[in-house]
C-alpha cells in the first residue's frame, strides 16, 4: 500500500518527466516538433507589416524637402535673372519653415556662367530679405532633373508615356475609352483641371 508521501513523489516525479518530454529542451524535439531552444539567424524574422513602406515614403519625403531649394531654369523669367512669383512664394514659404537656412539652394546651370551669377545674386538677395543670413546658394546640378519643355507638355496633356509603357497600353495613354496601365498622368480625362 502506498503513502501519502509515496503518491506525491509518483506524482512530481511524472509530472519532471512530462513537462521535460514537452518544452524539448532536453530532446530538442519539442511541441510538434518545433525546436524552442534553436537560435534564430538575423533576418529570419520579417519586419512588421509597413515597415518598408514607411521608409519608401520616409525617402520619398526626404527628397521632396531638398528640392524645395532647389531653382530650375523654369523657375526665373525667361533668359534672365528675374525670379519668377510663384517662385518668390516658395522661397517665402521655405525661409518661414527653417528649411532655406537649414540646407542650401541650388540652381540648375544656365549654360552662361554670367547669368548663373546673376541668378545666385538674385536667389541670396532675395533669401537675405526673408532674414536668412548668409545663405548657402550654388550653381550645380540637381538631384531631380527637370524634364525638357516638349516631354514635360506630352506628360501635362496625357500623351506620354509613364510607367510599364508596353505597347498595349503605355504608347497612346488611353485605348477605347479607358485609360491604360501606367499610360499616363495629368490631364488625362476631359474637363479635368490641375
Known amino acids: 500500500m502506498l503513502t501519502k508521501t509515496t503518491k506525491t513523489s509518483l506524482c512530481n516525479i511524472c509530472l519532471a518527466i512530462t ?3 514537452v518544452t524539448g529542451c532536453a530532446s530538442r524535439g519539442g511541441i ?3 525546436d524552442r531552444c534553436a537560435d534564430i539567424p538575423a533576418g529570419a524574422i520579417p519586419e512588421p507589416a ?3 513602406v514607411c521608409d519608401w515614403q520616409t525617402a520619398q519625403v526626404s527628397n521632396a524637402e531638398a528640392d524645395q531649394t532647389v531653382f530650375y531654369k523654369c523657375d ?3 533668359n534672365s535673372a528675374r525670379i519668377a512669383p510663384d517662385t518668390i512664394q516658395r522661397i517665402a514659404r521655405t ?3 527653417g528649411l532655406a537656412s537649414t540646407q542650401p539652394s541650388i ?3 544656365s549654360g552662361d556662367d554670367q547669368l548663373d551669377a546673376a541668378r545666385v545674386t538674385a536667389v541670396t538677395l532675395q533669401l537675405a530679405s526673408y532674414g536668412i543670413k548668409q545663405p548657402t546658394v550654388t550653381v550645380a546640378i540637381p538631384a531631380a532633373l527637370g524634364m525638357q519643355g516638349v516631354r514635360a507638355e506630352r506628360i501635362a496633356d496625357g500623351l506620354g508615356s509613364v ?3 508596353n505597347g498595349t497600353f503605355g504608347s497612346a495613354g ?6 491604360g496601365l501606367g499610360a499616363a498622368f495629368g490631364n488625362t480625362l476631359s474637363g479635368t483641371t490641375y
Open 163 to 165: 510607367g510599364n509603357g
Open 174 to 179: 488611353r485605348r477605347n475609352g479607358a485609360i
Open 76 to 78: 526665373f523669367i525667361g
Open 32 to 34: 510538434c516538433g518545433v
Open 19 to 21: 513537462v521535460t518530454a
Open 50 to 52: 509597413g515597415v518598408k
Open 107 to 109: 540652381i540648375e546651370p
Open 95 to 97: 525661409a518661414g519653415s
